[in-house]
Each structure stands twice: as C-alpha cells, then as structure tokens.
C-alpha cells in the first residue's frame, strides 16, 4: 500500500485541457505518477483565450490539503495558479504544516496569450514568502523579469535573472529562455543549481502555435521525476526532453493555440 509514486498540484483549472491542473495531471499520468490536487481557481476558456475566472475560498482550498495530507503519502508538489495574496499564503500555510516533499514552483504571471493569471499586489508575496519555500523555481523570461525587476536582453541577463532569484531563497533556478521571435533558430533554458553549478539546456525553436501549456508540463515533468525519487539534475533534464517532444510533435486539438502534445512522450 502507499508505494506508488504520488505527486500533488496546487494550481487552476484551465478548461480547454492544454495548461495549469489539466496540463499536470496528463504529465504524472503519463510519467507513470499518481496525480492529486489542490484546485485554487478555475479558468473557463478554450484555445482562442481566456474568458472567466473564478477563485476557490481559502477554507476550501485549506480542507483539499488536510484530505490529501491524511490519506495519501505525496513525495512532490507543484504551484501553477495562485491568483492572489490571500490564495498564496493559504497554500504557504499548508505546505508548511504537512509534508509533501520537494516544491517546484511555476510562478504563472501571465499566459504567453497575454491573460493574466496573477494580482500585481502578489508580487511581493511570491517573492517573500513562496520563492524561499522552492527546491526548483520556473519563471518563464518575463516572469523572471518581473520578480527579479530587471530586463532580459542576453544570456549573462538571464544568468544575472537566476542569482537575484536564488538569493531570495530558491534551490535551482530555471530561466527559461525567450521564444517570440520567427527568426530565432534557438532557445535555451539557463538552469543554476543550489552548487552554483550553471547549465544552458538548449534546443531549436518551433514555430508553431501549439503550445499552450509548455510551462506548466515542464514543472509538472519535474515534479514527477521528483516524486519518484530522482535528483534534480536527471529530473530537470528529463522535463526539458519531455517538452521539447510535445512542443515538436503537434496535436491537432482545438482551431487557434492549440497545447503540446503529451502524447507524445507515451511509449
Ligand atoms: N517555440 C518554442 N520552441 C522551442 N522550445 C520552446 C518553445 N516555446 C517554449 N519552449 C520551451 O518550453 C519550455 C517552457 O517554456 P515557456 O513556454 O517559456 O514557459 P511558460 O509556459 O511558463 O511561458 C522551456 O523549456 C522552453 O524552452
Ligand atoms: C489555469 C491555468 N494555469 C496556468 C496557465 C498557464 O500555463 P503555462 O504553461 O505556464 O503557460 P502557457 O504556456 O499556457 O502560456 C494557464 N493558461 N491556465
């Protein structure tokens, strides 16, 4: 009993099935891990955009956590969708008084459609209170930009990003690298370990308009790559590999920003 690898997202609901819980739980699923959740909000929309949104209350969120911490044995978490102050430090509180392993933090701000998922007034508590509680921290450039308040113009600006996020308390620090550019051949991922240790993970850049979700897969893959036992390098590395098959095997879902496909990381 209680064996199998169990993992835990605290995020949104995103309708269309292409990013936040949905986008997570496919991931465990498909890297052979048991999947719970901790719904914060829920996103009604589909793949042309967002159009509501509504957010859970903090008894509710705060009952999901004490119904998972009593009967399931969770080795990993994630963060997705926080949307405010109050829901941020509901889920501090939480995470703090049980124990459900390494946390990857995804600091979602905005979808890479321009919607956005998160109160400015929060900023402030992501940094203070959530960043110091990550083992892996996510921002995408933008995100990393605005929590470390400063541009991103090159890859020393994406290294110098990383430290000043590290320095507020993250473990390792992934910033990932800007991708809004037909031109571009290349993105690359900086990843700077709790040893110093850098690392560039690079690969092609995909022009395609599937990729809603990319983010939340990346952390997800990690998440569950933790949850069974793995270190942060193999686990890293095997979330980069698994977005990068999903971004460059498109599924034909939805008639707008369709989401990588999960798919194709099924053996
Ligand atoms: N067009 C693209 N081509 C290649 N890799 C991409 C592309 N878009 C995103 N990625 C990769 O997907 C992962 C998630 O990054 P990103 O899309 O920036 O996150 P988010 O969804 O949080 O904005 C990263 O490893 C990034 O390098
Ligand atoms: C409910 C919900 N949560 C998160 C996102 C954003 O997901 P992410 O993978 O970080 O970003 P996109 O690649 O989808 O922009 C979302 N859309 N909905």
Redesign the pocket.
């Known amino acids: 009993m209680n064996e199998f690898p169990q993992a835990m997202t605290i995020a949104g609901s995103d309708s269309d099935g292409s ?1 936040g819980m949905q986008a997570d739980l496919h991931t465990f699923f498909v890297q052979g891990v048991y999947g719970t959740s901790v719904l914060t909000a829920c996103v009604a929309g589909n793949s042309y955009g967002i159009h509501d949104q509504v957010l859970l209350p903090k008894r509710f969120i705060d009952q999901e956590f004490k119904d998972l911490a009593e009967d399931f044995q969770i080795r990993a978490a994630k963060t997705g969708m926080l949307a405010n102050s109050e829901i941020i430090e509901a889920v501090i509180e939480n995470y703090q008084k049980y124990d459900f392993g390494p946390l990857v933090v ?1 600091p ?1 701000i905005i ?2 459609h321009g919607d956005f998922l998160l109160d400015q007034e929060a900023f402030a508590t992501i940094k203070e209170k959530l960043i110091p509680l990550a083992t892996v921290l ?6 990393a930009e605005k929590l470390a308040d400063m541009k991103i113009e090159s890859s020393a600006d994406q290294i110098q990003a990383a430290k000043i996020l590290q320095d507020m308390g993250a473990d390792t620090v ?1 910033v ?4 809004h550019d037909d031109q571009q051949s290349e ?3 900086l990843v700077l370990y709790a040893s110093g240790k850098q690392e560039w ?1 690079s ?6 308009d599937r ?9 997800a893959c990690i998440t569950a790559e933790l949850a069974k036992g793995k270190d942060q390098e193999a686990a890293i590395h095997t ?2 590999h698994y ?2 098959a999903a ?2 095997n498109e599924l034909a879902v939805g008639h707008k920003f369709g989401p ?1 496909n999960q798919f194709a990381n099924l053996n």
């Open positions: 990013a995804d979602v979808t890479k996510t921002p995408n450039f933008f995100e992934i990932k690298g800007k991708h993105v690359s991922d993970l690969g092609p850049y995909y022009a395609t990729k809603n979700g990319s983010g939340d897969s990346l952390s979330g980069y977005v990068q971004i460059k990588v």
